[in-house]
C-alpha cells in the first residue's frame, strides 16, 4: 500500500539552527510530493512541490526539500530556523490507485526555542 | 480574492447526534475535497465533489456523506455522531478535480468538532 513516514512527530530546534523535517514515501511509480504548513487554527498552506522537474524543489519563507528517489525521501530543509516557523508539518503523496489521491503523513509539529 | 471559508468553526455535540458542516470554495473553483484530521493520524480523505457529483471517496463508513450544490458550495454531514468522530474537518478546493490532472488544493480553517 502507498503510504507517507514522517520521521518524528515533534522537532525542537533553537532560533538560528538547521530545520530538518523527515519524510518517506512508498510508491510503485514517481509520485508528486508536497510539503504543507499548518499555523494554529487554520488550514494547511502549500510550502512546496516536486511534480518530477528538478529534484531540488525550493518553497515559500525559505523552505526547500530534496526529491532522492533512490532513498524514497523528501525531506524538508530550512538553512536558519525563525520563531515564525513554529507550525505542524505535512508530508504528502499525491498517487494513482484507480483514480489520483493524496496520502498525508501524520505530521511534524515543529518548536523553535529562543 | 476571499479563501475557502467554513462554517461554524466549532461545534460541541453528544453521541448519536448528527452534524452538518459547511464549505464555500474559492470563487470559480468547483471541486471540493474533504478531510478528517485527528492527533497521530493526520488527514484521512474522505471525499471530493465536482459539479454537484461525488468523484472520489475515501475508507469511511456510510454516516459520513456530502453534497455540492450548484454554486460549488458543499456540506458534509454525519449522523449518529461517536466519539472518535471529534476532529478537525478540513475543506480544500480546487479549480478541477483533484483525481485528474493536477490542480493544486487550497485548504479552509476547518471546523473542529467535539463529541461528548
Known amino acids: 500500500a502507498q503510504s507517507v513516514t514522517q520521521l518524528g512527530s515533534h522537532v525542537s530546534v533553537s532560533e538560528g539552527a538547521l530545520v530538518l523535517l523527515r519524510c518517506n514515501y512508498s510508491s510503485s511509480v514517481p509520485p508528486y510530493l508536497f510539503w504543507y504548513v499548518q499555523y494554529p487554527n487554520q488550514g494547511l498552506q502549500l510550502l512546496l512541490k516536486?511534480?518530477?522537474?528538478?529534484?531540488l524543489v525550493k518553497g515559500i519563507n525559505g523552505f526547500e526539500a530534496e526529491f532522492k528517489k533512490s532513498e524514497t525521501s523528501f525531506h524538508l530543509t530550512k538553512p536558519s530556523a525563525h520563531m515564525s516557523d513554529a507550525a505542524e508539518y505535512f508530508c504528502?503523496?499525491?498517487?494513482?490507485?484507480?483514480?489520483?489521491?493524496?496520502?498525508f503523513g501524520t505530521g511534524t509539529r515543529l518548536k523553535v526555542l529562543a | 480574492k476571499a479563501g475557502v471559508t467554513q462554517t461554524p468553526r466549532y461545534l460541541i455535540k453528544t453521541r448519536g447526534q448528527q452534524v452538518t458542516l459547511s464549505c464555500s470554495p474559492i470563487s470559480g473553483h468547483r471541486s471540493v475535497s474533504w478531510y478528517q484530521q485527528t492527533p497521530g493520524q493526520g488527514l484521512q480523505f474522505l471525499f471530493e465533489y465536482f459539479s454537484e457529483t461525488q468523484r472520489n471517496k475515501g475508507n469511511f463508513p456510510g454516516r459520513f456523506s456530502g453534497r455540492q450544490f450548484s454554486n460549488s458550495r458543499s456540506e458534509m454531514n454525519v449522523s449518529t455522531l461517536e466519539l472518535g468522530d471529534s476532529a478537525l474537518y478540513l475543506c480544500?478546493?480546487?479549480?478541477?478535480?483533484?483525481?485528474?490532472?493536477?490542480?493544486?488544493?487550497?485548504f479552509g480553517p476547518g471546523t473542529r468538532l467535539t463529541v461528548l
Open positions: 504528502a503523496v499525491r498517487v494513482f490507485s484507480g483514480t489520483y489521491k493524496y496520502i
Open positions: 516536486y511534480t518530477s522537474a528538478a529534484t
Open positions: 480544500a478546493s480546487s479549480l478541477a478535480p483533484t483525481s485528474g490532472s493536477y490542480n493544486e488544493q487550497f
